[in-house]
């Protein structure tokens, strides 16, 4: 992979210029994109690297890939459906313009799930391309995994950053709620939708989020003896593997022997309830998002992303506003929960990549977390028996977006540690 | 004035079709408009009849203004800026798409200020056509007044509905915030861009919103002995006109005769804090949300416009950060504000409209509430001597909307009643 805090090391210390950096991305991608099929569009070679020459600022150099789900106004914008084709927005979307005027290139869009919601774009696993990559930020993932390109922006909605991250072994960082302006993206939950980012590290995804947002999120190192970790199970963690409950029991066993305090963080009540509250916010906002979607294109919608807009149309104000008292009862009680445990740890997914490319597998250990707003990130580093990759789940209280990154890259260095004990191998 | 109320119940009792109501407000256009400007743009008389004959549902037969801030898939959306002249959206906005399938009739896009922030449009005060009418919503504000049509949609970021329903002496709603989709509505600042209506009554905006949203905001009556309401004087009660507080106080006057309970609602300091803090919110918001546009056009905003973004630009995270905590601590003392009132009335503009074109007003006694979320409710029916409407701010605890609306409606009862004293004449 393509470590973004190594090229931009190289460029400032000018052993590298931002146009060849951006070169080899290029190559990368003539060299490994008719396998993974990761990007929706290409930036033409000449407009990218006269970009990269022209870019100046703490992303210059890097070859970004960009969800189809954002406008971009040199690039077609399909938003992964049909309906779009060749659709071309007047102006950038927030984050794509904010990622330009700090220098990044653009060098390409990304498959996207239809709409960002389930029907599943061409993108393989690049671990085994006969596997999902997850969804719906499919391409974002895939392109970081297969070292086309050094980081990516993707989004979260259900589990759509730290699921794919998870299932392509990169890391991913669904920022706390609104950190980053979602103006732009193809609206589907204005409640839920929620920026994140891809790279090949934890400390890289956070370098890059930092210098996208001028945030002070850099990693910093953990202070061991003064950590609290609460391994969160919840009502929910006999619905992970074997495989991926090992992977989550041996994070915190490492973390245990490097001195952090290790407590399990039993699922409150209105967490689970919360978590169930998901769907009714989700799809009766989507159905009054994609309203003009809906009325004009409705046959040219898959039969699952229809018959979810025709239910969430269904679904009353009344209803609606209990699961938002719910969501908001949610979000009361995670506050209290980070009173006791500086992260949580949990699993990215429910295991690793489903073979298939039919679904993009399951947003069950993600969507509570994008309902609450909390940070999260995707460690990557361990396997199943298959090699597959299993990621595991920090989550911070919100706005402890340092927090969060800070301590998945000290987990990602234990799991990487010479010492570290043979993965997994009761893979389901 | 066209009455929505009036023109549904002639189209439910059949003594009107829907095609003739839109007619007419098609022959109101046309006898008006040229004086007015309120439009940006109109539908083809023969679509807008066709769709009208299509039309059922609970607003069959109302010819809708929309603001020129939000999509619409078969009329040119400018967002008040040459830069998107002739610009044709794929699909409607979410609010669009809502009205439509209730069975209103878009008759035309009104005119907006620039992105919705301060540059004026061409659109006059229908009360004496050397005034502004407000902004941003001018347009839609001025077509309702005009007697043009019986509903219109706008947006508040600062006081873009409230004050020109003052203005213009009709009816404007600020729903709770996040009560009706802003999807396909242009960003200008994501925490506080709240879609809001105009209608002649209050009654009329309230039955509008209800057939739009499909919630129960429809008005009740009000128990008035029951009924406590504080009148909000705040930290700026002095910078509004005499006319304007004579208003204020000669409605809390008329309430108090018709046995309400009056008492004066001290602005609590962390709510002065949180008007403060709005424009910190507001701008470094927009420089983000418009980064794309300021890329691509900045030479062809605006120069307030093209500032107000370099200002934002410039505003640090962290100066964000401080001002979104005062926000939530505004929030959340506006709630405690609550307990002692069931709803508090306050000017709903600084005074009457201001001679001249060149600006819209200022947004001083809306811009809080945008902040906090509150819905509002412009009461008309009270003039300056020179004859120019002076509206009545009418806000409720987040989520009572049902309660601003009745409540508004009962005040707006007792300002018309025959017994009322003469309106103020110490205009400023």
Chains 1, 2 share one sequence.
Not at 66 to 78: G, R
Not at 86 to 112: E, I, Q
């Amino acid at each position: 992979m393509q470590s973004f805090l190594a090229l931009r090391a190289a460029i400032e210390a000018d052993r590298l210029t931002a146009e060849a950096a951006v070169a080899q991305s290029l190559e990368e991608i003539a060299a490994r994109e008719a396998q993974i099929g990761a990007f929706e569009a290409l930036a033409p070679r000449d407009a990218a690297l006269a970009a990269a020459a022209r870019a100046g600022g703490p992303l210059a150099g890097i070859a970004l890939g960009v969800k189809d789900i954002f406008d971009t106004h040199d690039l077609p914008t399909t938003y992964g459906s049909p309906v779009f084709a060749g659709h071309r927005p007047p102006v950038d979307a927030a984050v794509v313009a904010m990622a330009r005027s700090a220098g990044a290139t653009v060098v390409g869009k990304t498959v996207t799930t239809e709409y960002a919601f389930l029907q599943p774009g061409r993108t393989v696993n690049p671990h085994d391309p006969a596997h999902t990559p997850g969804g719906s930020s499919s391409g974002s993932a895939a392109a970081v995994a297969a070292g086309m390109i050094p980081a990516a922006i993707g989004t979260q909605t259900g589990g759509s950053v730290i699921r794919p991250a998870s299932f392509c072994g990169v890391a991913g960082y669904k920022p706390s709620f609104r950190l980053v302006p979602a103006t732009g993206m193809k609206t589907f939950s204005w409640s839920l939708d929620t920026v994140g980012f891809f790279a090949a590290g934890v400390a890289d995804v956070a370098a890059f989020a930092a210098a996208l947002t001028g945030r002070p999120l850099a990693v910093e190192p953990v202070d061991a003896p003064a950590l609290r970790i609460g391994v969160y199970r919840g009502a929910i963690w006999q619905r992970a593997s074997a495989a991926m409950r090992d992977a989550v029991e041996r994070a915190a066993a490492l973390a245990e022997a490097a001195g952090a305090q290790l407590a399990a963080a039993d699922e409150p009540e209105a967490l689970a309830a919360a978590r169930e509250a998901h769907a009714t916010v989700q799809n009766h906002e989507a159905a009054r998002a994609l309203a003009g979607d809906f009325a004009l294109h409705a046959a040219r919608l898959s039969p699952v992303l229809r018959e979810t807009l025709e239910a969430g149309f269904a679904i009353a104000p009344e209803a609606y506003d209990r699961a938002r008292a719910l969501a908001r009862r949610g979000r009361h009680i995670a506050g209290t929960l980070f009173a006791d445990h500086d992260v949580l740890i949990a699993p990215a997914a429910p295991g690793a990549a489903p073979a298939g490319l039919e679904t993009t597998g399951d947003p069950l250990f993600n969507k509570l977390w994008t309902l609450t707003g909390n940070p999260c990130v995707a460690v990557p580093g361990l396997t199943d028996a298959a090699g597959l990759p299993l990621g595991v789940q920090v989550i911070a209280r919100f706005g402890r977006d340092r927090t969060a990154l800070s301590v998945a890259h000290w987990l990602e260095g234990l799991l990487a540690a010479p010492a570290r004990p043979a993965t997994a191998v009761n893979s389901p």
